[in-house]
């Protein structure tokens, strides 16, 4: 038994010897492109041709309520469990974005290989320099505007599509309060009055106050992209008849 048990320990010992031999160091800068390559395929989203393709725009700091509101609405399916569109997410980098409020997202596509895309929403967020200052940002906002037939923003993502130039002379709201510093920078806009105007569409661009406001543009931009039929099918699916009668505390 004795001699059993040291061939059983002399076996054990070859095998951890073999997985160590086997295990070398990797050379991580030798091997970043081929990693690299391998994430960027597995992040790919599967895009179904003949279906429109909608955008969200993510950087650093964004606010939740502005991705997750068109994305809550883009991703439903028709009342007969059909899929109306593609929805993708696009960033500067195959990266994990952190949003004001902690939310962790990572985008399905860079800047480099986004599909086509017919819509591109552009979110805000509390600090919007780093993004303005951002050349690759504001050069993928040109981009897009050559292809897409829509481009919208919420709250101050209105900042980036003045910065990038793609809304000149046209009519744009932003937050509340934020409109007179957004026509001080951007003379080039025709800024609304946000104290009473929560949506605006001009041509192509199409904007909102932002936060609540983000499902305004969202439903706006959905019918026009599908049907009456579809949008009021979605309201429902999302329970906003609820919203709009939402009791008070007191009942």
């Known amino acids: 038994m004795n001699r059993i048990f040291f061939k059983t320990i002399l076996f054990s010992i070859a095998l951890i010897f073999l997985s160590c031999k086997d295990s070398q160091p990797v050379n991580i800068e030798a091997d970043y492109e081929t990693n690299k390559a391998i994430v960027v395929d597995i992040a790919e989203k599967e895009i179904k041709t003949g279906l ?28 007969d469990g059909n899929q109306v569109f593609n929805l993708v997410i696009v960033g500067e980098e195959l990266k994990e974005y952190i949003s004001e409020e902690g939310l962790r997202v990572t985008p399905d596509f ?24 951002n050349e690759d940002i504001l050069n993928f ?24 130039g793609v809304a000149n002379g046209k009519k744009i ?9 957004l ?11 946000d104290a009473v ?25 959905l019918e026009k992209m599908s049907t009456v039929e579809h949008r ?4 429902e699916y999302l329970y906003l ?3 709009k009668k939402w009791p008070s505390s007191s009942n």
């Open 197 to 221: 105007v929560s949506y605006m569409e001009d041509g192509k661009i199409i904007s909102s106050n932002g936060n609540f406001s983000s499902y305004i543009s969202a439903f706006e931009l």
């Open 241 to 243: 008849n609820r919203l």
């Open 183 to 193: 026509q001080e920078t951007f003379p080039e806009l025709k800024v609304q009055d």
């Open 232 to 235: 009021n099918y979605v309201e």
């Open 173 to 181: 709201v932003t937050y509340v309060t934020g409109g007179k510093l």
């Open 110 to 133: 860079t800047f480099g290989n986004v599909p086509k895309l017919d819509a591109l929403i552009v979110p805000s967020a509390m600090n919007m320099e780093s993004a303005i200052a």
């Open 141 to 164: 906002i040109r981009k897009q505007k050559e292809t897409t037939q829509y481009m919208a923003s919420n709250c101050a993502g209105a900042f980036l599509l003045g910065a990038s």
């Open 52 to 79: 429109p393709t909608v955008g969200l725009l993510v950087y650093e700091g964004f606010l939740t309520m502005e991705m997750t509101a068109p994305l809550n609405v883009f991703a439903k399916f028709d009342a």
